[in-house]
């Protein structure tokens, strides 16, 4: 299913996401139609829009949306993508009107088996913005993909890690969860399980020293790390076991 402002997109609405490729998104997970950290998401998807287009987002407008596409029981995966179709690469600098593209697809299990993951230097260009443009992040999954591990772990100019591909990674030590200081975008997922357990944040090099670690995003949960690099991590720690618990006990918001 893909909608724009509620009504089937057409295929030179959608040429802009191809051939221009400027706008930001966020993506859902909903359960018999509630999500997890909705108001986070919302919040996300206002805060980008003013910061690439310069205007206002009517968020309740786009849980409308939303709320269109999803069945009435069941869990389904829910993209919502906001850009201005008329904007194209030479007048980028126009007003922008942002509309909002709503697709669906099927929500695979929360119970993932353990990443083995590279480390590779990527920056995104605005970590601040969860934009549509993914070209240096899927270019280094593809190459972690290739050397045999299943995705990508990033680390910035200095060497400390940053985030996942798509996703963001915790530590544990202690008993304490340690997420990595450096610049990311920080993921709704993350930013529920910080109110769910004792954390701090510090500059991370690499997975030695620590007891275990986790993935984390909103279509997925809390997913184990068996591996970063040629660091092997314990995939059953009590710690990522409660988090994996408290995250799926948390009840949603309706959409």
């Given amino acids: 299913m893909a909608e724009l402002d509620g009504r089937p997109v057409t295929l030179a609405e959608l040429q802009t996401l191809a051939l221009t490729n400027y706008g930001h998104f966020t993506t859902v997970r909903v359960e ?9 998401h919302l919040a996300r998807l206002a805060r980008d829009c003013r910061a690439l287009f310069g205007t206002d987002l009517d968020v309740e ?13 069941g869990a389904v995966v829910v993209r919502v993508t906001v850009y201005d179709p008329a904007l194209d690469i030479g007048r980028i600098g126009a007003e922008a009107h942002p509309r909002v593209l709503v697709t669906t697809r099927a929500a695979g299990p929360v119970d993932l088996p353990p990443l083995r993951v590279r480390t590779a230097r990527y920056e995104r ?4 913005v969860k934009g549509v443009g993914l070209f240096g992040a899927l270019r280094e999954r593809r190459a972690a993909q290739a050397a045999g591990f299943d995705d990508v772990l990033f680390t910035d100019g200095a060497g400390a890690v940053s985030e996942g591909g798509t996703w963001n990674i915790g530590f544990v030590r202690g008993g304490e969860v340690v997420w990595p200081a450096a610049e990311q975008l920080r993921g709704t997922t993350m930013e529920l399980l910080q109110g769910l357990h004792p954390w701090r944040s510090e500059a991370v090099r690499g997975a030695a020293g620590f007891e275990a670690a986790f993935a984390t995003n909103a279509a997925a949960g809390v997913r184990a790390v068996a591996a970063v690099d040629a660091v092997r991590l314990p995939v059953a720690h009590p710690v990522v076991a409660a988090l994996r618990a408290a995250y799926a006990a948390l009840p949603g918001e309706e959409l």
């Fill in 32 to 40: 018999d139609g509630r999500v997890r950290g909705l108001h986070l």
């Fill in 61 to 73: 407008r786009v849980r409308g949306y939303a709320r269109r596409a999803v069945p009435a029981g």
């Fill in 125 to 128: 260009d605005a970590p601040q």
